[in-house]
């Protein structure tokens, strides 16, 4: 992808932010109703609504490309994909809490090339592409800790967790300097800002993640899966992001444990 390529993307998809922005504004703290899907998650009229917006959008500019989204699935087209999560963190979304965001990345051949992170109840924006990573255009960075023990470590839910992943984050995260929890997306992008140094997770699909490779990455960050593997669309959901890869090493030894 030339820089040319990646700042046409980045803009398109900042106008599907905005998009995104302006729809979850109209719901939040509005909209309480939620169903539940086939896997017990909730879902509200506000993370149709804007999925399917994107999706119109995404269709009418680029109708040869593929689109993965968390409500609707997948609509095949060429090697070029966007994936979208209308809302990442629909529980936060229902409770009033104004961390959820929204996820729009860009991949090409399954590697994400351009990832957006979109918190609409705060204005803040996070942008990855080649090169670099902003927020709210301004540029954005990791921290750069190297030391575990100096890290201050973040995940979403102890629920997302089987008893034995528990315990390898468990002893993961005692070892930092403070540990804390929730955010859903929104802790990735207080790391590419240096806020914090860690984020290990599990449980999550391509459409939770795509998007925050880029962010991550291009801010200087280290982004993979319990392995040290690239994150794709076949990573099986187990997520570490660290601000150095000095930490990330300390991170994987613990996790492979």
């Known amino acids: 992808m030339t820089d040319m390529d990646a700042d046409l993307v980045a803009a398109f998809a900042a106008e599907l932010a905005d998009t995104a922005r302006t729809l979850a504004r109209a719901h939040f703290r509005k909209t309480t109703a939620f169903e539940r899907k086939a896997d017990e998650s909730p879902v509200t009229i506000a993370d149709k609504a804007i999925e399917a917006a994107l999706r119109a959008a995404i269709t009418a500019r680029f109708p040869g490309h ?28 229902i409770t009033g809490m104004p961390l959820f965001g ?19 109840a705060l204005g803040e924006r996070w942008v990855g592409v080649p090169g670099r990573t902003t927020f709210n255009g301004e540029p954005a960075r990791v921290s750069g800790c190297g030391a575990l023990e100096d890290a201050r470590i973040y995940t979403t839910s102890p629920d997302f967790f089987t008893p034995d992943d528990w315990a390898l984050y468990d002893a993961l995260s005692r070892k930092g300097a403070m540990r804390r929890f929730g955010g859903d997306c929104y802790q990735y992008g207080l790391l590419a800002s240096g806020h914090c140094d860690l984020v290990v997770e599990t449980s999550l699909q391509p459409y939770d993640f795509m998007a925050l490779v880029p962010v991550v990455e291009n801010a200087g960050g280290v982004m993979t899966d319990w392995q040290g593997r690239p994150l794709g669309l076949g990573s099986d959901g187990k997520v570490v992001a660290a601000a150095s890869p000095a930490l990330h090493a300390q991170a994987m030894r613990h996790l492979s444990a």
């Open 66 to 93: 593929a689109i993965l989204g968390e409500e609707a699935g997948l609509t095949r087209g060429d090697d070029h994909l966007w994936v979208v999560d209308p809302i990442d963190g629909t529980k936060s979304f």
């Open 102 to 120: 929204a996820l729009i990345a860009f991949a090409r051949r399954g590697e994400p090339q351009v990832g957006v992170i979109e918190v609409p």
